[in-house]
């Protein structure tokens, strides 16, 4: 340990040099407060024995100079002293004094005070080398943070394409998103939106974002159904997340029209479709287990249609919303949530995040918050046109389903993933698999099922249609479904007729337009009405007839 000795008295410096030396110190020596900086910045001493009373420059003036050389690591300053008043002794310390060291010297208490000193200096250094390695590690992290920080936003700089229909926030409980929203444009303007929530919050719950929106990308610009690609993102998943993950996310598809709605919702909260007038208009809930906790042979990519106008908006959000806290431990819940967009005139965004962060405050969050609201309108995206070649030769196919097929196959996914192959039809993927879906449950359901749309009229309808419709299924022994595939290139169209071997059903119940409001059992007829050119039925209702022009 090296001890700096400032004294004008060379008497006392050498006193003080000899008792040191003994104890085995190294000595550096000074004598008036100008020699002592000096000697500091020459020779960076442990400890300095200061006297007060000097020429040119006295110790009351010395030893905050010293301290600021010394910078955060502590220097001990020990003022050696005849004076014995208490305001001389008080003034050494308001300067930065540490301790007093009486004149005349007495060696074994300048020995405990020196070894006393010198093992907090010693902690000091520890604790100044243990900063410094803390701000480095903390440095790097953050410069990691903001590359990775970058590679997201990057990931979701998609989410700008169409401001006139989408307003959304993204509000992280921590540096980096668990809540992902992706926005994307198909290949026939059609919109795709993606609202997913990862477990937690921070980096360890935003490391499926990657993975997430690379596969939504790259499935939205083929124009896939949102259940295909809920299917193929919860493959992702469960590879790559532990045990204890999962993303609960709402999928949804705005067709460029913005007259139909296509969702898939897993594990998410409600969402709410409103009507210009009315506010809400319904209450879309959940009906799927969230993304990465199914195998995939278990996993139910079946998704619900909506017919929108320009009158309807919806509004999606994560559970953060709901489950936000203020100051008094109070949650938002979704009775203030529902106050708010359940109003005649269609609300906006601010309208929600406002009264939302009024209630929070200053509170603390713990989940991260996100929230969107959607105007069901055409689309009409700035993104280029891509210019799509469509298959020069006509193609037709034909298949018949027997009753034993219906149990077990799902023909709506083999024939689009067959009729998909012709050049510029994979595009119209998700529209195709709507028609034929379409078409087909209605023929399996009426034609052959002999099952009431009624049914779904009460409040527990749907449950009570399903489970009659596996029942009978389950019992079915007879009766076939044919499905004939046309296409015609001359006008880049494909026709679809499917025909059930039963008694025909109602089709013109459902044609009726104050239906489209009255019946929940009308939305898939109604649909077709909208996204194909043209629909017709025989008069007995078993034969189906849908023309579906690609360009």
């Known amino acids: 340990m090296k001890v700096l000795v400032v004294d004008d008295q060379k008497l006392n410096r050498s006193l003080l040099q000899h008792m040191l030396l003994q104890d085995g110190y190294e000595v550096v020596l000074a004598e008036d407060g100008y020699h002592a900086l000096e000697q500091y910045e020459k020779e960076s001493p442990d400890i300095v024995l200061l006297d007060v009373v000097m020429p040119n420059l006295d110790g009351y003036e010395t030893a905050p100079r010293l301290k600021a050389l010394a910078g955060e690591v502590y220097l001990p300053i ?96 921590a540096m980096f998103n668990g809540d992902i929203m992706l926005v994307e444009i198909g290949p026939t303007g059609n919109l795709y939106i993606m609202m997913g929530d990862f477990t937690g919050h921070g980096l360890s719950s935003a490391v499926g974002t990657l993975p997430v929106s690379r596969t939504f990308y790259s499935m939205a610009q083929k124009g896939m159904s949102v259940g295909d690609i809920a299917m193929e993102i919860n493959r992702i998943l469960l590879t790559l997340l532990p045990d204890d993950m999962f993303c609960a996310a709402a999928i949804v598809e705005l067709n460029s029209a913005g007259k139909s709605l296509s969702i898939w919702a897993g594990g998410t909260p409600d969402m709410y479709l409103l009507q210009n007038g009315t506010g809400i208009s319904q209450t879309i809930a959940s009906q799927h287990m969230a993304l990465g906790i199914l195998e995939n042979d278990e996993f139910d990519r079946v998704y619900d249609n909506y017919v929108v106008s ?149 409040d527990d309808g749907f449950i009570e249609y399903y489970m009659q419709r596996d029942e009978r299924l389950s019992a079915l022994s007879e009766g076939q479904i044919d499905i004939e595939v046309t296409y015609n290139p001359d006008d880049t169209s494909f026709t679809f007729t499917v025909r059930d071997s039963g008694d025909g059903f109602n089709h013109e119940g459902a044609q009726i337009p104050h239906l489209k409001q009255e019946l929940e059992h009308g939305r898939g007829n109604i649909l077709l009405q909208e996204l194909a050119n043209n629909v017709k039925f025989n008069d007995l209702g078993n034969e189906i007839t849908i023309n579906y022009q690609l360009n």
């Open 78 to 173: 020990i003022f050696i002293t005849a004076l014995g008043d208490q305001d001389s002794l008080k003034r050494c310390l308001d300067v930065g004094g540490d301790d007093f060291l009486n004149k005349p010297f007495d060696r074994v208490i300048l020995q405990a005070k020196i070894q006393a000193h010198g093992r907090i200096r010693d902690l000091s250094i520890k604790t100044y080398e243990q900063k410094i390695e803390l701000d480095y590690h903390r440095l790097q992290t953050e410069r990691e943070h903001k590359i990775v920080e970058h590679i997201f936003n990057r990931a979701l700089e998609g989410n700008y394409k169409v401001p006139h229909l989408l307003e959304f926030s993204l509000s992280p409980a």
């Open 310 to 458: 320009n009158d309807n908006k919806l509004v999606l959000f994560t559970d953060g919303v709901v489950e936000a806290f203020n100051s008094k431990g109070e949650m938002f819940g979704y009775e203030r949530l529902l106050a708010l967009v359940d109003s005649p005139d269609l609300i906006d965004l601010e309208q929600i995040i406002k009264p939302l962060d009024e209630f929070r405050g200053d509170a603390e969050r713990d989940d991260d918050i996100s929230l969107l609201v959607l105007t069901c309108d055409a689309v009409n995206s700035t993104q280029e046109e891509h210019q799509v070649q469509y298959s020069q030769l006509p193609h037709s196919y034909s298949l018949a389903i027997d009753s034993d097929m219906m149990k077990t196959t799902d023909p709506v996914v083999e024939v689009v993933d067959m009729i998909t192959q012709l050049q510029g039809a994979d595009e119209h993927r998700s529209t195709l698999f709507l028609l034929l879906s379409e078409a087909y449950n209605n023929a399996l359901d009426h034609g052959i099922l002999k099952l009431d749309s009624k049914i779904k009229d009460s």
